[in-house]
């Protein structure tokens, strides 16, 4: 980088543990520090810092003020005190600090990632933190605690008059939005080009995307059968399926599910469908591994039928990008027949009415299983009933005043409503 023109400061930033605190380290190069807490057995890390690089000024490059969330996790949260804590000794050692997070905010669309590579665990759609300020930018007890200790510890020829803090608009409940139309799966694939595959290939060896592949949503596999047997997934799906016969349901594999068996009866032509999902990367790994440029989803390997491998696919990428949304939404197979008892996957759609300025909401999806919440066609992430994260953030300026339409894209049971709530819920 010097070689070629940059002069700006360099960093390295590693957590400050003993196996890790030289190990990311350049000559040269300013040393800061990433952790949560600081053990209190442990030498300080300002005075390593003095002792082994006196030429370079102490700091924590990223100070954890919380954490995230993984799917049926609890929800990760940092004592206020223990927080204050922490950044006492950071400020009374002298040294510099930047807070991992500040602010938190959301993983909108499929941009969650994932950690652990052998059995990845998924990040959730919020991406709240624990942090200062809110997923939805409220000052929280720490943001304060943030101010107390800043105002104790300036230098004395900083004023120690900070302005006040910002108002808040707050959020708004708006109550109830019923669902009064779907559209299945089939219908929904109307919009899409299948393409044929002599194999299942995983998704990123697609030819769309200017021979990019696809790298985000579901993916679909589909094969006509015209006798049953024993079906099996050979290895592991990436990262988690519905397989479905003639469009019912049989099986759900993910990465704990290998080489999966699944009788079946066949008495007419029939449509075997494998629908997978690609629930997010492993996005940070050791830095000598080969993981971050081999991650592949959907099918990695064969599906055979009574030990003889299934071709001649038609495969369809769910990107659920904006074109294609709409698309679905013009059909003409949409139902309001009234019926509840609809099996997924499917898609449905209800109307939010506002009457002024819109507000900050939380769409509460109590009742649904898994799936994807579409706001006036943009995508605000995934659900799921196993939690922490109970509610998705719906930022006012992505509403407007009169109608907006609420797509959800439901994997196992939809419910008939769902309700916009003031308050998240992470549990």
């Given at each position: 980088?010097?070689?070629?023109?940059?002069?700006?400061?360099?960093?390295?930033?590693?957590?400050?543990?003993?196996?890790?605190?030289?190990?990311?380290?350049?000559?040269?190069?300013?040393?800061?520090?990433?952790?949560?807490?600081?053990?209190?057995?442990?030498e300080h890390f300002s005075v390593y810092m003095q002792k082994n690089y006196p030429e370079w000024p102490p700091m924590v490059m990223e100070f954890w003020t919380g954490w995230f969330d993984h799917w049926g996790?609890?929800?990760?949260?940092?004592?206020?005190?223990?927080?204050g804590e922490t950044l006492t000794s950071i400020l009374k050692s002298g040294s510099s600090v930047n807070f991992?997070?500040?602010?938190?905010?959301?993983?909108?669309?499929?941009?969650?990632?994932?950690?652990?590579?052998?059995?990845?665990?998924?990040?959730?759609?919020?991406?709240?933190?624990?942090?200062?300020?809110?997923?939805?930018?409220?000052?929280?007890?720490?943001?304060?605690?943030?101010?107390?200790?800043?105002?104790?510890?300036?230098?004395?020829?900083?004023?120690?008059?900070?302005?006040?803090?910002?108002?808040?608009?707050?959020?708004?409940?708006?109550?109830?939005?019923?669902?009064?139309?779907?559209?299945?799966?089939?219908?929904?694939?109307?919009?899409?080009?299948?393409?044929?595959?002599?194999?299942?290939?995983?998704?990123?060896?697609?030819?769309?995307?200017?021979?990019?592949?696809?790298?985000?949503?579901?993916?679909?596999?589909?094969?006509?059968?015209?006798?049953?047997?024993?079906?099996?997934?050979?290895?592991?799906?990436?990262?988690?399926?519905?397989?479905?016969?003639?469009?019912?349901?049989?099986?759900?594999?993910?990465?704990?599910?290998?080489?999966?068996?699944?009788?079946?009866?066949?008495?007419?032509?029939?449509?075997?469908?494998?629908?997978?999902?690609?629930?997010?990367?492993?996005?940070?790994?050791?830095?000598?591994?080969?993981?971050?440029?081999?991650?592949?989803?959907?099918?990695?390997?064969?599906?055979?039928?009574?030990?003889?491998?299934?071709?001649?696919?038609?495969?369809?990428?769910?990107?659920?990008?904006?074109?294609?949304?709409?698309?679905?939404?013009?059909?003409?197979?949409?139902?309001?027949?009234?019926?509840?008892?609809?099996?997924?996957?499917?898609?449905?759609?209800?109307?939010?009415?506002?009457?002024?300025?819109?507000?900050?909401?939380?769409?509460?999806?109590?009742?649904?299983?898994?799936?994807?919440?579409?706001?006036?066609?943009?995508?605000?992430?995934?659900?799921?009933?196993?939690?922490?994260?109970?509610?998705?953030?719906?930022?006012?300026?992505?509403?407007?005043?009169?109608?907006?339409?609420?797509?959800?894209?439901?994997?196992?049971?939809?419910?008939?409503?769902?309700?916009?709530?003031?308050?998240?819920?992470?549990?």
């Amino acid at each position: 980088m010097r070689k070629h023109g940059v002069v700006e400061l360099l960093f390295t930033s590693d957590g400050y543990e003993d196996k890790k605190t030289d190990r990311g380290s350049i000559p040269g190069v300013l040393k800061t520090f990433n952790f949560q807490k600081i053990e209190p057995n442990k030498e300080h890390f300002s005075v390593y810092m003095q002792k082994n690089y006196p030429e370079w000024p102490p700091m924590v490059m990223e100070f954890w003020t919380g954490w995230f969330d993984h799917w049926g996790t609890e929800h990760h949260k940092l004592n206020v005190d223990e927080f204050g804590e922490t950044l006492t000794s950071i400020l009374k050692s002298g040294s510099s600090v930047n807070f991992y997070m500040f602010h938190g905010g959301t993983n909108f669309g499929f941009m969650n990632g994932a950690n652990n590579a052998n059995s990845p665990k998924h990040t959730i759609t919020s991406y709240d933190y624990d942090a200062p300020l809110s997923e939805h930018g409220e000052m929280t007890a720490k943001y304060f605690k943030i101010r107390e200790l800043l105002q104790q510890h300036l230098p004395e020829q900083v004023p120690k008059v900070l302005p006040d803090p910002p108002a808040t608009k707050g959020c708004r409940a708006y109550g109830s939005v019923k669902i009064d139309q779907f559209i299945h799966l089939d219908s929904m694939l109307q919009s899409l080009q299948p393409i044929a595959s002599k194999d299942v290939v995983p998704m990123e060896m697609l030819d769309i995307n200017n021979h990019g592949g696809q790298s985000y949503g579901f993916i679909m596999y589909r094969k006509e059968l015209k006798e049953g047997g024993e079906l099996m997934i050979n290895g592991l799906v990436h990262d988690r399926a519905v397989i479905l016969l003639g469009g019912v349901p049989l099986a759900i594999m993910d990465k704990t599910t290998e080489d999966k068996v699944i009788p079946i009866k066949v008495l007419k032509p029939t449509n075997l469908d494998i629908l997978v999902e690609n629930m997010g990367r492993v996005n940070y790994y050791d830095f000598a591994s080969s993981l971050l440029n081999k991650q592949r989803k959907g099918l990695l390997d064969t599906v055979t039928l009574d030990q003889k491998t299934l071709q001649d696919w038609q495969i369809y990428p769910l990107e659920f990008k904006k074109p294609f949304i709409e698309s679905v939404l013009q059909s003409n197979e949409w139902k309001s027949d009234g019926k509840t008892d609809v099996e997924g996957p499917i898609m449905l759609r209800g109307t939010l009415k506002i009457q002024d300025e819109p507000k900050d909401t939380f769409i509460d999806m109590e009742g649904w299983t898994k799936g994807v919440v579409f706001v006036n066609s943009f995508n605000l992430g995934r659900y799921w009933s196993r939690g922490p994260q109970k509610t998705l953030y719906l930022p006012g300026p992505l509403l407007r005043t009169g109608d907006n339409q609420i797509v959800v894209f439901e994997i196992h049971k939809p419910f008939s409503m769902m309700t916009m709530v003031d308050v998240p819920k992470l549990e």
